[in-house]
């Protein structure tokens, strides 16, 4: 969902800007002469409108005399009658480092609203006492620093997962966050973590030599670059610091980094302990832990160093964070940590919706000049473009192919090759030197891709949570773009979900897919069934 129609929806929230002005005229009898609340003003706890009173028996907001009487018979009824006192009861072992704003709007919003809300903007949430979603940042409390910080990098409006995720991160929930690819996850963990953090520095809570406060894991080197940059645009002139810890860069610049004292730090799980095994880095103060890209970070390869490194931390706050959730993961997760609040939005576990899938049947040996006909087509080729293969030597290939056959400049990237490299093709293609990047799976987790708005899948994934991930890189905060998806017979093992993830958007499925044996549901399966019933 982009942020304009977040704003209408919003609007419709009472969140308009209005010219009416206060009047101290007497107190309205009937609440139907209370006019609407402005944004960020108190509401009133029974009907939403504007509460311009404090109810003398109850303290909650009021707007007239007729809500305080229906406010205080419900209370005789001993009905749950407020938002304001289900927040309230935030279990006591909760440190709550978010002091609520009065005059948040999340909070003036009555239960239907939150309800009402949460339903517009697809956000679901499964938990205890899960706080309401804040409709602007500046509703958080944050530090004011990092309110200017977010609105120089234009983020205007809280995405509807941050909108939900931001409030019960502060709240030191243990959270599962899952939503689209490119919704604003990231922001959605580094707000909160930036917030905690620099208000422990600023306020001295702790009394250390600054060591680390939080930590975040992901899997790939270029996600976790990518998530220190945006830590750092976002907490510019705090006292937050970074270090990165990931395989490829020399060990002793960031272990120096480390020493000197850091914040926050970032890093993939294989080098981090290679570091904390051979040196003597203190984790004690570490009191919020992200898995990012967690199905991945909790599968085998990864599973063993991310256990290692949570045992050695003392129960941090979990964050968990993917647009691909299983059950499996939510099993594992619940073994990790208890009271778990899981928050989502959009469609997780679905290509987003912003993608358009277009699917071809086309056999291996063809697919390469399928591939230079799109590129060289005025109408199909919109760089810049990402196209996934499975292999590095498949990518090296492909890029040289391209380069040769079409005279168009492409450039592989994979794990194979040194960080510097990776680093300098990134460059190149982000800045536009370069309108086509030939990749292994290492592009396809979190990474944003900026201006793409076209993929390429030359080669299927092994797993649709792969696929859902690669097709994501076409968008970025609900903006429109492109998947080119080639499959043929040898990707027979994701025929069934990938037919029905494409027909549940609503996209043309090829005539082989449909047909395929191994798609239950699909035509081949629905003409055996009318064959069996009529005796054919
Ligand atoms: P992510 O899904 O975390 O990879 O974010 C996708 C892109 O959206 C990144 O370029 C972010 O900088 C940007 N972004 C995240 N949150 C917001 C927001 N609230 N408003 C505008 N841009 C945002």
């Known amino acids: 969902m982009n942020a304009e129609k977040t704003q209408l929806i919003l609007q419709s929230f009472g969140t308009f800007d209005t010219?009416?002005?206060?009047?101290?005229?007497?107190?309205?009898?009937?609440?139907?002469?209370?006019?609407?609340?402005?944004?960020?003003?108190?509401?009133?706890?029974?009907?939403?409108?504007?509460?311009?009173?404090?109810?003398?028996?109850?303290d909650d907001d009021i707007c007239s005399k007729e809500c305080k009487q229906i406010l205080l018979s419900k209370i005789k009824?001993?009905?749950?009658?407020?938002?304001?006192?289900?927040?309230?009861?935030?279990?006591?072992?909760?440190?709550?480092?978010?002091?609520?704003?009065?005059?948040?709007?999340?909070?003036?919003?009555?239960?239907n609203q939150i309800e009402s809300l949460r339903a517009k903007l697809g956000i679901s949430?499964?938990?205890?006492?899960?706080?309401?979603?804040?409709?602007?940042?500046?509703?958080?409390?944050?530090?004011?620093?990092l309110e200017e910080n977010l609105e120089n990098a234009g983020y205007g409006l809280p995405s509807p997962i941050q909108m939900q995720a931001i409030p019960a991160a502060l709240l030191n929930r243990n959270l599962i966050i899952s939503a689209d690819t490119g919704s604003g996850k990231t922001a959605s963990?580094?707000?909160?973590?930036?917030?905690?953090?620099?208000?422990?520095?600023?306020?001295?809570?702790?009394?250390?030599?600054r060591k680390p406060l939080a930590m975040i894991l992901a899997p790939t080197r270029e996600l976790c670059i990518q998530v220190e940059d945006q830590a750092k645009i976002l907490a510019k002139g705090l006292p937050f610091k970074t270090a990165l810890v990931v395989g490829g860069d020399a060990m002793a610049s960031q272990l120096h980094r480390m020493q000197k004292g850091v914040e926050l730090i970032i890093g993939t799980p294989g080098?981090?302990?290679?570091?904390?095994?051979?040196?003597?880095?203190?984790?004690?103060?570490?009191?919020?832990l992200v898995l990012d890209e967690v199905d991945c970070m909790l599968q085998r390869g990864f599973r063993d160093?991310?256990?290692?490194?949570?045992?050695?931390l003392s129960h941090p706050q979990l964050l968990m964070v993917s647009a691909t959730i299983s059950h499996e993961?939510?099993?594992?997760?619940n073994l990790m940590t208890k009271n778990l609040t899981c928050v989502s939005a959009g469609s997780p576990n679905m290509a987003t919706n912003s993608v358009k899938q277009i699917v071809i049947w086309i056999e291996s040996k063809i697919k390469k000049k399928k591939l230079f006909e799109i590129l060289t087509s005025e109408k199909h080729f919109k760089p810049p473009m990402v196209v996934f293969v499975a292999s590095r030597l498949g990518a090296d290939l492909l890029s040289e192919a391209i380069t040769g056959t079409t005279g168009l400049k492409a450039l592989s990237i994979h794990g194979e090759k040194a960080m510097?490299?990776?680093?300098?093709?990134?460059?190149?293609?982000?800045?536009?030197?370069?309108?086509?990047?030939?990749?292994?799976?290492?592009l396809g987790r979190g990474i944003d891709l900026l201006k793409v708005r076209q993929v390429i899948i030359f080669d299927m994934p092994t797993s649709m949570k792969e696929y859902v991930h690669q097709v994501g890189r076409a968008s970025s905060m609900g903006e429109d773009g492109t998947a080119i998806v080639f499959i043929n017979a040898d990707d027979k093992k994701l025929f069934q979900e990938l037919f029905h993830n494409l027909k549940s958007v609503g996209a043309a499925i090829p005539r082989e897919l449909s047909n395929s044996q191994y798609v239950m549901g699909g035509y081949s399966h629905a003409r055996q069934r009318k064959k069996r019933k009529f005796g054919a």
């Open 19 to 58: 010219n009416e002005e206060d009047t101290d005229g007497p107190v309205k009898e009937r609440c139907k002469d209370q006019r609407e609340a402005l944004f960020g003003e108190p509401r009133c706890v029974n009907c939403g409108r504007y509460g311009e009173y404090i109810c003398d028996e109850t």
């Open 329 to 333: 993961v939510e099993k594992m997760a």
């Open 305 to 312: 160093p991310v256990m290692r490194i949570f045992k050695a």
């Open 77 to 111: 009824n001993d009905e749950k009658p407020t938002l304001k006192i289900s927040i309230a009861k935030v279990p006591a072992s909760d440190e709550c480092f978010y002091v609520r704003d009065d005059r948040s709007s999340a909070e003036s919003l009555n239960i």
């Open 125 to 145: 949430v499964w938990g205890e006492s899960v706080p309401g979603p804040i409709l602007s940042f500046s509703s958080c409390n944050l530090p004011k620093k």
């Open 420 to 442: 510097s490299e990776r680093r300098e093709v990134l460059r190149q293609f982000l800045t536009g030197e370069v309108s086509i990047l030939v990749s292994t799976g290492i």
């Open 271 to 288: 080098r981090l302990i290679d570091l904390l095994s051979k040196h003597d880095i203190e984790l004690n103060e570490v009191h919020m």
């Open 189 to 209: 963990f580094l707000i909160p973590i930036i917030s905690r953090c620099s208000h422990i520095r600023l306020q001295h809570l702790l009394p250390s030599e």
